[in-house]
Structures are given as structure tokens and as C-alpha cells.
């Protein structure tokens, strides 16, 4: 799957102000208004994604909604990443399951490895896509509530 990237202009003024903050600051303000933007897209993302309609043995309803997950990180250049992804099973976790009772990995009804699936189709299913949308829909308002709690947080730090 392609990056995705949203990229705000026009705002000079809180550039300045944000530069001449430390970079302490700068940082802890960046990862927090990017985090909150990214929260908004996670969110739409668990509301889009397709649920069972009846239980199976070998899946368990809302495994995938609860793998949802979104991280913040900054990047040794400066540039604050935040990323909405499907967390994957942890290894000891698929490899506890296989060793119990000898079925394998696909039968873990805890394991949300077939995301792809469900986001990209297959040749016998047709996708029923629920990351692009949540990215395509919430990406204005993503923006938006950036851009408020940038703003937000130089005043606050500001007015120190």
C-alpha cells in the first residue's frame, strides 16, 4: 500500500511562531497535533470496517476493528510521521496458537492477518475498502483539527 500524504500550506505565520519556539517544544507541540489528527482517521477507519454478521469458530467479531491502530513517531530529519495500520498478532502469540493445538495460523480467531482481504478483495471476494475511505473522507477535517491545535498550542506556550 502507497503513502499517503497530506500536505497544509499557507501557514506562515504559524511556521515562524512554531520556529521560534525550542525545539523541545517543537517537537513534544508536533507529535501532539499530529496525533490528534491522526485519531480522527483511525476512528473512521474502525467505524468503516466491515464486521461478521454471525460468529465462525475461527473468527471472532471486531478482531480487526480492535487491531486498528495509529502511531506517532518524529524521524531523525525532523519530519513527524503518523501512521493508521493493522496491528499485527504478536509471533509468540501465532506460534503459542499453532503449538496448542496443531491447527494452523489462519484458524487463530485473535489474528487479524486477513486484513489485505477484506481491504483489497481477492479473486473469489470483492474488496470492501475501509482505510482509503477513512482517509479520503476525514482528511479536511484531519487538517483541520491540526491546524486548531497547532495554533492552540503556540498561544498556550506563548503566553508561558
Known amino acids: 500500500m502507497g503513502n499517503l500524504t497530506v500536505k497544509i500550506t499557507g501557514l506562515k505565520e504559524l511556521g ?3 520556529n521560534s519556539l525550542e525545539r523541545k517544544v517543537k517537537n513534544r507541540i508536533a507529535v ?3 496525533r ?3 485519531t480522527i482517521i483511525r476512528e473512521q477507519a474502525r467505524a468503516n470496517v466491515p464486521t461478521l454478521k454471525r460468529q465462525v469458530p475461527h473468527r471472532k ?3 480487526l476493528r480492535k487491531a486498528i491502530s495509529s502511531s506517532t513517531k518524529m524521524d531523525k530529519n525532523g ?3 503518523t501512521t493508521i495500520f493493522v496491528r499485527q498478532l504478536k509471533t509468540s502469540k501465532i506460534i503459542e496458537f499453532k503449538g496448542s493445538n496443531g491447527k494452523s495460523g ?3 480467531p485473535n489474528d487479524p492477518f486477513y486484513w489485505r482481504f477484506v481491504e483489497f478483495g481477492t479473486s473469489k471476494m470483492p ?3 475501509f482505510l482509503r475511505p477513512a482517509f479520503s473522507s476525514k482528511k479536511k477535517q484531519a487538517a483541520r483539527e491540526i491546524i486548531t491545535t497547532l495554533r492552540d498550542e ?3 506556550e506563548g503566553r508561558k
Open 106 to 108: 489462519a484458524y487463530n
Open 127 to 129: 474488496a470492501k475498502p
Open 36 to 38: 490528534k489528527g491522526g
Open 154 to 156: 503556540i498561544n498556550r
Open 32 to 34: 501532539k497535533v499530529m
Open 79 to 81: 519530519t513527524v510521521r
Open 16 to 18: 515562524k511562531a512554531m
Open 61 to 63: 467479531r471486531g478482531t
